[in-house]
């Protein structure tokens, strides 16, 4: 359910229907789509609570107010990327988990590098990596975050059940979206330097990727706190660090970017807030939705 007014909704439907007639010429994953009746579908990517932070109870009110935003706005599920809570303080947690009871939308949480293992499984989700799908799209969440590193890992077992998830997705016919909190694309200065590195399974993450191109849509991170910024140089994947709901910084994304420091995309907008993602008919909107105030500036992309 969404609370989407119904002009709000005939307008999206108008502007997907486009982008979908457009893509659908150009012979995309809209014909998959379309045998399958695929309408599009909104959901919110929350990430990097970091409950807790400074000591001051401010994250918790900002999860309070996220959790009440999104009940009123679109989104059929809710993902958070990671960073519940800030240095895996224990006595957050069941804070986190509390607030969380208010939101009337399925929310699927990953750790990050603040959560440990150990409390994330026994406040947050017992299961750490695993998958579900909607709407023909299988979105496989996994943990590559270490308490004691920024950069990401992906094990040989990992990878071994990633293979298998996405041969399953492709005997179903389902599209995927990976989500875990360090980005797997390799970067350096203006941006963090944070990623899965290439001995770390990065290799091996993106040979699978390119065995399932066309079919990986997306991968979903936080991590950077750094507003909505990414990339799309791997096939047709759109590689996204999303932003936190706590605090975010500016690290000159967009002058980078202009000059030609940097390569990718970014979204000008730092504010806290959260992402809402809308997939379908061969498109993806990513609007970035800052607290308290309406959605502002987006990226989208088209799959061709
Ligand atoms: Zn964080």
Redesign the pocket.
């Given at each position: 359910m969404t609370a989407e007014s119904p002009q709000q909704h005939a307008g999206n439907r108008r502007q997907l229907l486009r982008a979908g007639i457009a893509a659908t010429a150009a012979g995309t994953w809209t014909d998959c789509l379309a045998e399958a009746d695929m309408d599009a579908f909104s959901f919110v990517i929350v990430s990097?609570t970091?409950l807790g932070r400074k000591d001051s109870k401010t994250p918790e009110k900002q999860w309070q107010q996220g959790i009440a935003e999104i009940n009123s706005g679109p989104g059929d599920f809710v993902l958070h990327l990671g960073?519940v809570v800030d240095k895996a303080r224990a006595t957050q947690y069941p804070r986190y988990v509390a607030a969380r009871a208010e939101l009337t939308k399925p929310i699927h949480e990953i750790p990050?590098n603040?959560d440990t293992t150990e409390l994330f499984q026994r406040h947050v989700c017992d299961r750490i990596d695993r998958s579900f799908d909607h709407n023909g799209v299988r979105f496989v969440l996994f943990g590559n975050a270490h308490s004691d590193s920024h950069d990401g890992f992906i094990t040989t077992s990992q990878l071994a059940w990633l293979t298998e998830e996405c041969a399953q997705a492709a005997a179903q016919d389902l599209k995927i979206v990976f989500c875990c909190h360090v980005p797997i694309h390799s970067n350096g200065h203006p941006d963090r330097g944070w990623y899965v590195k290439p001995d770390n399974g990065q290799t091996e993450f993106y040979e699978l990727l390119a065995e399932h191109a066309g079919r990986v849509l997306l991968c979903l991170h936080?991590?950077f706190?750094n507003g909505i910024r990414g990339w799309r140089d791997h096939h047709s994947v759109v590689e996204v660090l999303c932003p936190?709901l706590c605090y975010n910084q500016n690290r000159n994304m967009a002058e980078h970017l202009s000059s030609g420091n940097a390569s990718g995309f970014f979204v000008p907008e730092l504010r806290t807030g959260y992402t809402i993602a809308t997939l379908g008919n061969g498109r993806l909107v990513l609007q970035y939705k800052p607290l308290g105030s309406e959605v502002g500036a987006d990226y989208s992309a088209e799959w061709k």
């Open positions: 990097d970091h960073d990050g603040h936080g991590h706190h936190s």
